[in-house]
């Protein structure tokens, strides 16, 4: 984003006044709470348009869970292609909050939002969990902060969530890195599978109590 904000300078082109370089949406956005229900939530992206860049289902159901327990209601988007998965991980998280004897606050909306739906969904959102794809950088467009559950794939510094506080969560030093892999060549996928959920909760609790503006370092 710095580097095109950048060439577009070089070529002549000044940003208008009121315009901070940040990614932005057309608003209003739709209101969400017929979706998602009332009060706060954490949204779980459970997917990646590539295979390499997602934790595999049930380390994000188990990322899920550990929210839930922790006292966060979250809601878990997806796709229609995505939706089976999605299910599958809040069934897996509700039941395991039941098994620990904890209520699992767990919606699920995989395949139940169009792009700007979700957007509304993500701009209401105390802190937004998600690999690197589009619903991290859409939260980042409507300026939610985000716990990016990064595969080193391809670079953090180049492509997490830009212009919004973020943590990055994942092994950056595995062996795939640099690779732009699209499927895992790492048995065991070390670079997500392996992120703690208790990371993540720590992640969602330390965005959720910074102001919503500014940029993580």
Do not use: K
Not at 36 to 45: A, L
Not at 85 to 112: H, N, P
Not at 181 to 194: E, I, K, N, S, Y
Request: contains cysteine; glycine residues 12%; charged residues 15%.
């Amino acid at each position: 984003a710095e580097r095109n904000l950048s060439l577009a300078r070089a070529a002549g082109y000044r940003r208008p006044d009121g315009d901070d370089g940040r990614l932005a949406v057309t608003s209003p956005l739709p209101e969400p709470s017929g979706l998602t229900g009332d009060g706060p939530y954490v949204v779980v992206h459970a997917r990646a348009s590539v295979p390499a860049r997602a934790p595999s289902p049930g380390r994000v159901a188990a990322m899920v869970g550990a929210l839930a327990r922790a006292g966060h209601r979250v809601v878990v988007t997806g796709s229609a292609g995505e939706a089976p998965v999605v299910s599958a991980v809040c069934e897996q998280a509700v039941a395991a909050g039941a098994a620990a004897g904890a209520a699992a606050g767990v919606v699920d909306l995989g395949g139940r939002t169009s792009l700007r739906t979700l957007a509304g969904v993500l701009a209401r959102a105390d802190v937004v969990v998600a690999p690197n794809t589009g619903a991290a950088h859409l939260a980042a467009a409507v300026g939610t902060p985000v716990v990016s559950l990064f595969a080193p794939v391809v670079p953090a510094a180049r492509w997490a969530p830009y212009g919004v506080p973020h943590r990055v969560l994942g092994r950056q030093d595995a062996a795939c890195a640099g690779t732009r892999a699209r499927v895992c060549p790492v048995p065991g996928h070390p670079c997500l599978d392996t992120i703690d959920p208790a990371d993540v909760v720590a992640a969602v609790g330390d965005l959720a109590a910074r102001a919503p503006a500014g940029v993580s370092a």
